[in-house]
């Protein structure tokens, strides 16, 4: 059993900067896939994220030089950093582990809410 916790989330205002936290407990030996995703009020999650196995990072198109994933492998937690921060960034961000033991794992999420 995994057990993900997002953490770092808030009331911001537009073109401050946030850290998102992702906790990772449980049954694992060594550092999986994360991803992260948001969803916004009455929109689909959408991927926006992803750390693979090796370190190897993506941001998608629209987010990338705004927002960076990293990982510190000490403290099992995988790091969304949030920069210039927008309206539209408003959403619930969520962590996720693919294919981890045949399932995927998700976090509770956390709110961000930034303020024009």
């Known amino acids: 059993q995994v057990q993900l916790e997002e953490s770092g989330g808030g009331l911001v205002q537009a073109g401050e900067s946030l850290r998102l936290s992702c906790t990772i407990s449980g049954s694992i030996s060594n550092d999986p896939a994360v991803h992260w995703y948001r969803q916004a009020p009455g929109k689909r999650r959408e991927y926006i994220a992803r750390?693979?196995?090796?370190?190897?990072?993506n941001v998608v198109n629209s987010l990338r030089g705004r927002f960076t994933i990293s990982r510190d492998s000490a403290k099992n937690t995988v790091y969304l950093q949030m920069n210039t921060v927008k309206p539209e960034d408003t959403a619930v961000y969520y962590c996720?582990?693919?294919?981890?033991?045949?399932?995927?794992?998700w976090g509770q999420g956390t709110q961000v809410t930034v303020s024009s």
């Open positions: 750390i693979s196995v090796t370190g190897v990072t």
């Open positions: 996720h582990i693919p294919r981890l033991g045949g399932r995927d794992y």
